[in-house]
């Protein structure tokens, strides 16, 4: 049984730049979380998504956007990217909103 | 808003010796908490949650978390350290209840047992 996978593991880019990660979710879970873990702290939440939509958001600017498809899979999208974006970028997925997260093992992005 | 505070950010101890990490929250209500690892270039993996009845809860390789609504403490334990469990460790809280279910993490504790 695949845990959550995301891809890529690592991607540079240069400010100004859109990114896009990816996220697949744990067999038989439907939702999926989004966080941003800086180097030394711990994860912050981005949002949150079930049923195609975004349930809950946690304290982002606008510039990161999500989707999720049919399939419960789901992209992080970041615009205009600024040099504090770098960090690891952590996917978990649960069975519903309410139940424990298990996380994906993170896109390492660096912003230059 | 909930937050979590993890006061060590390093804690050693030597192999086959009880452990403890520590962690207090501020959350409305009854909380739930959880603990989980983080091994170097891994993502986070769950160790265990509280969300009622017992205050002791067991876990994943031996861990236990005890749930001190008083003192809003939920510690992280293990009575013999094992090297394998060298890792970054996170608190992480939730309100309770439906409508909000993002996690509050620490900022972490750094674990060292060394042979």
């Known amino acids: 049984d695949a845990g959550v996978t995301q891809s890529p593991t690592h991607l540079i880019k240069t400010r100004g730049q859109q990114v896009t990660l990816r996220c697949s979710p744990k067999s038989g879970h439907d939702t999926v979380s989004w966080y941003q873990q800086a180097l030394g702290q711990g994860p912050q939440f981005i949002f949150q998504?079930?049923?195609?939509?975004?349930?809950q958001r946690g304290n982002f600017p606008d510039r990161f956007s999500g989707h999720q498809f049919p399939n419960y899979s789901s992209e992080l999208n970041v615009n205009a990217l600024l040099l504090g974006d770098s960090a690891l970028y952590l996917c978990?997925?649960?069975?519903?909103?309410?139940?424990?997260?298990?996380f994906g093992p993170g896109t390492r992005l660096l912003v230059l | 808003a909930q937050s979590v505070a993890q006061p060590e950010d390093q804690v050693n101890v030597a192999e086959g010796n009880p452990l403890t990490v520590k962690c207090t929250y501020s959350v409305s209500g009854n909380p739930y908490l959880f603990w989980y690892v983080q091994y170097p270039n891994r993502g986070l993996q769950f160790l265990l949650k509280?969300?009622?009845?017992?205050?002791l809860v067991k876990g994943s390789y031996g861990f236990e978390a005890e749930f001190n609504k008083s003192q809003t403490s939920f510690h992280l334990k293990k009575p013999s350290a094992l090297v394998s469990d060298s890792a970054l460790y996170f608190c992480a809280c939730r309100p309770p209840g439906a409508g909000s279910y993002q996690l509050t993490f620490g900022k972490g504790t750094k674990l060292s047992v060394i042979p």
């Open positions: 509280y969300i009622t009845g017992d205050n």
């Open positions: 978990a997925s649960s069975f519903d909103p309410g139940e424990t997260q298990y």
């Open positions: 998504y079930y049923e195609e939509e975004e349930r």
